[in-house]
């Protein structure tokens, strides 16, 4: 599985971007996939993920902001940001995994397969 992540970008505080990643190779239907980001001198962090493609969850931080989807016909999957903030800055990876078990979905050493991230900028 390779993944493609694209999408990022500088926008001002309170606007939107969608990220998009892009399976090749193989199908990744019933995979977990997730998105995790890593701002300048901090750890990587995760941001959101589709549990086999069932149930999605949320770090706290962008909970009600943020929104996971995917698109299986095109082997891709979204992560839509709104209502963005300067502290949401950061390289943005997706990752996905075929075996994971929820309890792991937050560790991102668990995931198998990752993408080259995309930046975000939120700046005024």
């Known amino acids: 599985v390779q993944l493609q992540a694209s999408g990022g970008g500088l926008v001002q505080p309170g606007g939107s971007l969608r990220l998009s990643c892009v399976g090749s190779?193989?199908?990744?239907?019933?995979?977990?996939m997730g998105w995790f980001r890593q701002a300048p001198g901090k750890e990587r962090e995760f941001v959101a993920a589709?549990?086999?493609?069932?149930?999605?969850y949320y770090s706290e931080s962008v909970k009600g902001r943020f929104t996971i989807s995917r698109d299986n016909a095109k082997n891709t999957l979204y992560l839509q940001m709104n209502s963005l903030k300067p502290e949401d800055t950061a390289v943005y990876s997706c990752?996905?995994?075929?075996?994971?078990?929820?309890?792991?979905?937050?560790?991102?050493?668990?995931?198998?397969?990752w993408g080259q991230g995309t930046e975000v900028t939120v700046s005024s």
């Open positions: 990752a996905a995994d075929r075996g994971l078990i929820l309890s792991s979905l937050r560790d991102g050493y668990q995931y198998d397969h």
């Open positions: 190779g193989r199908s990744y239907r019933g995979y977990t």
């Open positions: 589709s549990f086999r493609g069932t149930t999605s």
